[in-house]
């Protein structure tokens, strides 16, 4: 059983559109993160996001990004104008309970940009 | 900057084999480190982790030992399994919260 849940499995947009991709937690977490992985290459992280604040961010994760908890269950990533560089793997991870810092994965979304 | 560096692969293995792939990691302070498998098709899923120098991980036959002196996190298996085929990633967390990968390791384990 996943430890989050992500929507949707694979998306297909043109360049230019927008994108949401949403990630659902199976139980209640405060930590949460987004990272992607561009076919064969490394998992690269994009940001943290604690108590519905952006705690840190990577350079890669730019004006066009965006991340938002907006009804307190649902965390979204949203890519405003997608560009071809964007296609890879987005994995939303929730860390663990107290005292465990480890990062559980959800299944992926595969986003392909046209 | 906290970095981690993998064997390259692709490994190729017969079924029953011995199977090694070494980690190496750069980190300020004292980080924690994993071992995530990807199967095909799917997510990342983690197979085992340790805490602090000298800690042993394991998890479905699978081990790997922090060691601090060499800065390496190799993991290992005795008898791999043709089940066993997937892409391994060694990553840390060096307590900022954010997980650096390395470049991940595809095996193949033939019958």
């Known amino acids: 059983e996943p430890e989050v849940t992500q929507t949707p499995s694979h998306q297909v947009t043109q360049m230019g559109q927008e994108v949401i991709l949403r990630c659902v937690p199976i139980?209640?977490?405060?930590?949460f993160y987004w990272y992607r992985q561009i076919l064969g290459q490394k998992v690269e992280f994009l940001v943290s996001?604690?108590?519905?604040?952006?705690?840190?961010k990577s350079e890669i994760f730019d004006d066009q990004f965006s991340v938002e908890r907006p009804d307190g269950s649902n965390f979204t990533l949203k890519i405003r104008s997608t560009k071809l560089e964007d296609s890879a793997m987005y994995f939303c991870a929730r860390q663990g309970t107290a005292g465990d810092e480890t990062q559980y994965f959800g299944p992926g979304t595969r986003l392909l940009v046209l | 900057g906290n970095s981690v560096t993998q064997m390259e692969g692709p490994v190729t293995l017969s079924e029953e084999a011995f199977l090694t792939i070494n980690c190496t990691y750069t980190?300020?302070?004292?980080?924690?480190l994993f071992w995530y498998v990807q199967y095909p098709g799917e997510g990342l899923q983690l197979l085992l982790k340790a805490t602090k120098a000298d800690d042993k991980g394991s998890n479905k036959g699978f081990e790997a030992t922090y060691r601090k002196e060499t800065t390496s996190f190799h993991l290992e298996k005795g008898s791999v399994q043709v089940s066993d085929s997937a892409v391994y990633f060694c990553?840390?967390?060096?307590?900022?919260?954010?997980?650096?990968f390395g470049a991940g390791t595809t095996v193949t384990v033939r019958a």
């Open positions: 990553a840390l967390d060096s307590n900022d919260y954010k997980l650096s």
């Open positions: 980190a300020t302070g004292y980080p924690s």
């Open positions: 996001f604690y108590n519905n604040e952006i705690s840190e």
């Open positions: 139980s209640n977490h405060l930590y």
